[in-house]
């Protein structure tokens, strides 16, 4: 069977009837509501990276934990020994001029513990209230 050629004035002769597609008249369209736009709040925070050695601060915090765990003498009577959170954080500038707080966010502080709560087989314990975070240390002459 020969095929068509293309330069046939019958093959673009089907009628199609499009409506009103070519009319100036405008349809009422149902359209959402404009949703409602919240205020922008401008939000104080860092442009630029900030480097911070988390080897070294694992090293400064794991001292402080150790070291506040001595101080405190809290191997006493077999009660496990327990520090607060929030308790190391506050104390750590003061113990340590290295650390600058205003340098180092608390997420990163909370990073380097779950790293050395792997290391050294510290536990951490939520209080009832969730607004604490209770650092528990190991007793046993097997943990270095």
């Not at 809290?74 to 340098?103: A, F, M, Q, Y």
Request: proline share 6%.
């Amino acid at each position: 069977m020969p095929s068509r050629h293309w330069d046939d004035d019958d093959l673009g002769n089907d009628h199609v009837d499009e409506g009103d597609a070519a009319s100036d008249v405008e349809e009422p369209v149902n359209l959402i509501a404009k949703p409602r736009q919240v205020n922008k709040i401008d939000v104080q925070y860092d442009k630029v990276s900030k480097q911070v050695d988390v080897h070294a601060l694992k090293e400064v915090l794991w001292n402080h934990i150790h070291t506040s765990a001595k101080t405190a003498d809290l191997e006493r009577d077999g009660i496990e020994p327990s520090l607060c959170l929030t308790k190391v954080l506050h104390d750590l500038p003061c113990s340590n001029r290295d650390v600058s707080t205003t340098e180092i966010s608390p997420h990163l502080y909370f990073i380097c513990l779950l790293h050395l709560t792997n290391e050294h087989s510290l536990t951490l314990r939520d209080c009832p209230t969730l607004d604490e975070i209770d650092i528990y240390i190991l007793t046993s002459p097997l943990v270095k």
